[in-house]
């Protein structure tokens, strides 16, 4: 489906050559390139790493910085020889365990503190239900029992099927070898399945737990 | 229940895919922009929650580049031109009104908004030493601290730290040098020749007999004392003894004055 064909690949790698080259030349009018090519995969991958669409946005924000950062310290060398997407990606991973490290050291928030949003896939929701019930109703449940995966399989998924990413690259963010990655991948997709079937699509949302 | 087959699972997993969120860019970019300051040109950089970053011109020697790179290092943020002025910024870099600004001052310590905050409510004109700023940030004792982070101050003009003067009534060092850090004050007409002779004769606070109240020498009640009724004295504890009570408007003192009379009223 998202997989990259042969076809793109090519004219992927080349981009990314330009950008690379455009972050050598002049850091931050670089950035603002590499920011637009990537925005929109940093972001999705967020939404599916964070529980509020907010938290999504400050966990991509501080992705893109703490590249930045990085970027500032690295030689031309370095920054030729980077494979900017799985490297954004491996940094925002590390930046969703943080935040998931420093919100477990803070206390809850008050019961009444999540909107119920949070559960669907926006505002748009309720508008949209009656045009396309069966696959809206499918992409909403999935964002929710995805989050119920573990998270190395919960990642592998979102990055191979959400995002589209190459085996390679889903091996090259999750730190391991590409047949982990693939096993990541196919149980991630199994256990969606099992998930989906053995709870009652109304049941599905009052049954999940607020994590 | 649809689609429980792995690949209209995939399917739906690729529709996940959100649009890129509006925004996002502002929440990395900082934007800077040069506007005319009461020091001449001035560089300033901010982001979507306030100015964060203001040096005058002069002190990059009018390079740009040195500003932005001034910048990153301090901020770790990328720069890019700004389209507009945030609303109240070049108002409050001409020294007019400073109202509707809001400073962006995340990444600094408690203690360094804390010493802002308590910079920022000295008014335009007046004068208040280093050991008062500690008092009102409610460290009392570090008194140098405050030194350091005034030296340090990210938004110079916008919170006055130029109004920070020592206690023996020298006005002290400032970021862009004391020569304009007279030069500020006497804009606001400050007093600063009469602040001066005082010291000299070894007065740093200034009571009326008629009310008994005792001031800094900039404080506008001190200012209006008239000659007959004015009494100068060291320190305040010299005031207090000759049956004065501090200025509830200039606060020279800790002794009698809580250290946060209205902290919900910064400016």
Not at chain 1, 5 to 30: I, M
Not at chain 2, 76 to 91: I, S, W
Not at chain 2, 154 to 162: A, G, I, R
Request: aromatic share 6%; with cysteine.
């Amino acid at each position: 489906m998202r997989a990259c064909g042969v076809g793109d690949t090519g004219d992927r790698e080349h981009q990314g050559e330009q950008l690379l080259l455009a972050l050598v030349a002049d850091l931050d009018s670089g950035f603002a390139e590499l920011v637009r090519a990537h925005e929109r995969v940093v972001y999705s991958v967020a939404l599916r790493l964070s529980s509020r669409p907010t938290d999504a946005e400050d966990l991509a924000a501080e992705a893109f910085l703490r590249a930045y950062r990085a970027l500032r310290g690295y030689d031309a060398e370095r920054i030729a020889s980077l494979r900017l997407r799985p490297w954004l990606l491996t940094i925002l991973r590390n930046a969703a365990r943080n935040a998931a490290r420093d919100a477990a050291r803070r206390p809850a928030p008050p019961p009444g503190f999540e909107p119920a949003e949070q559960l669907t896939c926006g505002p748009s929701v309720e508008h949209s239900v009656e045009e396309q019930v069966e696959q809206h109703d499918l992409g909403r449940q999935l964002g929710a029992v995805l989050a119920q995966l573990p998270e190395a399989q919960r990642l592998a998924v979102v990055l191979r099927h959400v995002v589209g990413l190459p085996t390679s690259e889903v091996a090259e963010v999750l730190g391991c070898p590409d047949g982990t990655a693939k096993s990541h991948i196919s149980r991630g997709l199994h256990r969606l399945r099992a998930l989906l079937t053995e709870q009652p699509s109304d049941g599905l949302i009052a049954g999940r737990t607020v994590r | 229940m649809m689609g429980n087959d792995l690949d209209s699972i995939t399917g739906a997993l690729a529709d996940l895919t959100a649009p890129a969120a509006p925004g996002l860019a502002d929440r990395i970019f900082g934007s800077w922009l040069a506007a005319p300051s009461r020091l001449g040109a001035a560089f300033v950089a901010f982001t979507g929650a306030g100015v964060q970053f203001v040096r005058s011109a002069e002190s990059v020697r009018g390079d740009a580049g040195a500003f932005a790179e001034a910048y990153r290092d301090r901020f770790g943020r990328p720069l890019r031109p700004a389209d507009r002025a945030p609303a109240g910024l070049l108002g409050a870099l001409r020294g007019t009104s400073a109202a509707s600004l809001q400073l962006d001052l995340r990444g600094l310590s408690d203690f360094e908004r804390d010493v802002l905050t308590a910079t920022s409510r000295i008014p335009a004109g007046q004068t208040r030493p280093y050991g008062w700023v500690a008092r009102e940030a409610g460290r009392p004792r570090a008194v140098r601290a405050v030194g350091t982070v005034l030296a340090r101050n990210p938004v110079p003009l916008l919170v006055p730290c130029h109004r920070v003067v020592r206690a023996d009534g020298l006005l002290g060092d400032y970021m862009f040098g004391s020569a304009h850090k007279e030069q500020l004050l006497r804009a606001e007409q400050g007093n600063v020749d009469e602040v001066a002779a005082l010291a000299r004769q070894g007065v740093h606070f200034v009571g009326s007999d008629t009310t008994g109240v005792v001031c800094f020498p900039t404080c506008p009640h001190a200012r209006r004392i008239t000659l007959a009724h004015r009494h100068g004295f060291r320190t305040v504890g010299a005031a207090l003894v000759s049956g004065y009570r501090p200025c509830r408007y200039c606060r020279p003192a800790a002794e009698v004055i809580p250290a946060h009379p209205d902290a919900g009223s910064d400016r």
